[in-house]
Every structure is written in structure tokens, then in C-alpha cells.
């Protein structure tokens, strides 16, 4: 019941990937026609082709009475008591899978990315023939089943605000969800798991980088180039002034030290006059002895 509180409000999302639908029935199929004689409760591995090398595959028989009773904790999931298959079937098989290294051929998410394997689950009716035979729904509606990887690889400290937990399932829905506080990974139905963090931005190309600082350099000298003119605009307008303020004060003050000249009218002319005359006119013969 613990796990009960973990339990997140699930987000959905997109998948865009290979046919990972013809993978499960490729293995399983192969599983079936590999395998003759198997014992119930036992886990088998399954040795694909070469050409799926790196994909990890195991099937385990089980009764569905078993499976009520004590769940089935095998590979990497932990499924709890109290889960019946439907439609109901008194026995059956559950592949598990590992893609390993092929996981990004088969599931992506969008601006994301896997930082553990892909693993996950199937139950099939054992019941039916190999060609027939169906893919079960579960029904859990206590405890959830639990999931733990392999490995944890580019974080060294597990950041539970970025670090999310993702479940691909059966009809093709993606949905993300909180890990544990045991960095473990909680479900409520069969299908494929994965731990994925935000992807970082793709560094910008050398080009990129001359083409941003040439920018930059031509922003700057652009700004510069303008100031100067604005600056120089200003001085000019500021020195004209100057210029002509002393201008006017120096014909202010040469007119100051001029005299006034007085005026008299000629005819209908109005013409400057003197009004004192500095030299007094002597004539020639006007000394007496």
C-alpha cells in the first residue's frame, strides 16, 4: 500500500519509433516455437538471431491461480498478488524484454532522452496456439507493479524534477510519471519502461559561432558609428554657437566705444552730423601782433 501514495497523475505523450509491434510478435512467436517442453514457474532465456543481438528475451509459464496468489517477481518487475488477466485464462505466459542497445531503433520520446535500456513485459494466453495466441490486459487494483533497471547511465545524481519515468504501452500511448524515492519506476499495466531526461540543446556549429560574432561586431560598430555622427552633429552645432555668441559680443562692444553721431535733415534726406567739432577751425591771418 505504500507504492499507492506514489502513484503520479500520468502525462501523455507522443512515440514516433520502428515497428516495435512486429517485435513483440516476431519474439514471441519465436519464443513459442523455441521452447517444447517447459515447467511451470521457471524462467527461460531465449537466444534471438544474430541480427537482434543485444536484445535480452525471457518467458515464464504461469498459472493464473499462481499468479493471484503470489504475484510474479522475475527479471526487472515485481508484479504483486491480486492481478487477474482478461479475458480470464487459467494459464499464461509473460515475455520479458530487455532491447539493450537497440532500444532507440524501436522508442523515442520527443526532446528526451533514455538513460536506461528499454525493458518490459507481455502477457499472452497460453492457452491458444502460437499463431493465435493474444496478448491478456491486466487488472490491478491494489498494489502496482514495480520496475527497476538494470542500470542508470549520464546521471550522477538522480534529479526527480527532471528525471521521469516513461511507459510505452500496448496501443501505442506514451505516458511519463515520477520515479520513487528508491529511483524505481511504478505501473499499473503491462507494456515497455524506460527512465528518459530532458534532452540539452544541440551546441551551435563553428560556423554558427563566426556567423553570431560577426553579428555581434557588426552590431557594435554599427552602434559606434552612429554615436560618432550624433556626437559630431552636436559639437558642430554647439561650436556654431559659440562662434556667433562671440561675434555679437565683440560688435557690442566696439559699438559701445563708438560716439554718437547726431543727425540733421538735408532736403528730404535724414543724413548723420556731428554734434561737436574736437578741432576749432583757425584762419590763417587772424593773428594780431
Known sequence: MFYMLLLPNYVQGQNSSYDHD??????????????????????????????????????????????????????????????????????????????????????????????????????????????????????????????????????????????KCVRFGTNGEVEFSNMTMTNKCIAKDQGHFSIVIPSKPPAPSPSNKRKERSWKWWVIGSGVGIGGLVLLGVSGIVLYRLIRKKRIAKMEKQSEKSEGLGTIWIGQSRMPSATDIRTQPVLENSYVP
Open 22 to 163: 512486429s517485435l513483440d510478435s516476431f519474439i514471441h512467436d519465436f519464443a513459442m516455437k523455441t521452447m517444447r517442453r517447459t515447467r511451470t514457474g521457471i524462467l527461460y532465456n531465449i537466444s534471438l538471431p544474430t541480427n537482434y543481438s543485444g536484445i535480452e528475451v525471457s518467458i515464464v509459464r504461469l498459472r493464473t491461480a499462481s499468479l493471484w496468489r503470489r504475484g510474479a517477481n522475475y527479471s526487472f518487475f515485481d508484479i504483486p498478488p491480486r492481478i487477474l488477466p482478461k479475458p480470464f485464462s487459467r494459464r499464461l505466459n509473460i515475455v520479458y524484454q530487455n532491447l539493450g542497445n537497440l532500444s532507440n531503433y524501436y522508442y523515442n520520446v520527443t526532446n528526451h532522452t533514455f538513460v536506461t535500456p528499454v525493458i518490459g513485459f507481455l502477457v499472452y494466453d497460453a492457452n491458444t496456439s502460437t499463431e493465435n495466441g493474444g496478448i491478456l490486459d491486466l487488472s490491478v487494483k491494489n498494489d502496482p507493479i514495480l520496475i527497476h533497471f538494470p542500470k542508470i547511465s549520464g546521471v550522477e545524481d538522480t534529479n526527480h524534477t527532471t528525471t
